[in-house]
């Protein structure tokens, strides 16, 4: 019987991995990966759909994305699951793209990070754009109104019409 000192690090326990699953059938697309996902090789470079224990739920993003790696585009996750989070960090990568080539001040692209802040914070990061109605920008708008006078105000308006209209 050994005894476990109080003092000493008590012993590490890996956690168990999970099973292999037996493949779905001959003529599904995926395969099971090392890793414990289902995925798919596509011109060269290998893409995860899902984890072992959801294979529909894998074959499905594979039917929604599959065009994109075979045209050699970056696969995009669907509309239905566009949060307001993600158009505004697209927008500031363009906008980082710009200051790295000289054509953008970093003072300018500091400014639009403020600007789409704003509704990032308001609205929830998590918030699907399809989620968002007139009337709420109408509240932020307000709320912005009370914050600035009309000249940082008008600036800020014009910033975050600019993230939306690049949305």
Request: hydrophobic share 40%; proline share 8%.
């Amino acid at each position: 019987m050994s005894e476990h000192h109080p003092t000493a690090p008590a012993p590490t326990v890996k956690a168990a991995k999970p099973a292999r699953p037996a493949k779905r059938r001959p003529d599904f697309p995926l395969f099971l990966h090392a890793a414990g996902v289902w995925a798919k090789k596509i011109r060269g470079k290998l893409h995860a759909f899902g984890p072992w224990d959801d294979p529909n739920g894998a074959f499905r993003k594979y039917l929604e994305q599959k065009d994109a790696p075979d045209a050699g585009k970056k696969p995009r996750e669907a509309y239905d699951r566009f949060t307001v989070k993600k158009p505004c960090n697209q927008f500031l990568n363009v906008k980082q793209a710009l200051v790295a080539s000289g054509e953008l001040t970093r003072r300018s692209r500091h400014d639009s990070k403020d600007a789409c802040d704003l509704p990032v914070f308001h609205f929830g990061r998590g918030r699907l754009v399809a989620d968002v109605a007139p009337d709420d920008f109408a509240e932020l708008r307000a709320k912005m109104a009370k914050r600035w006078g009309s000249v940082t105000f008008g600036k800020v308006i014009r910033r975050m019409r600019l993230a939306s209209t690049y949305a």
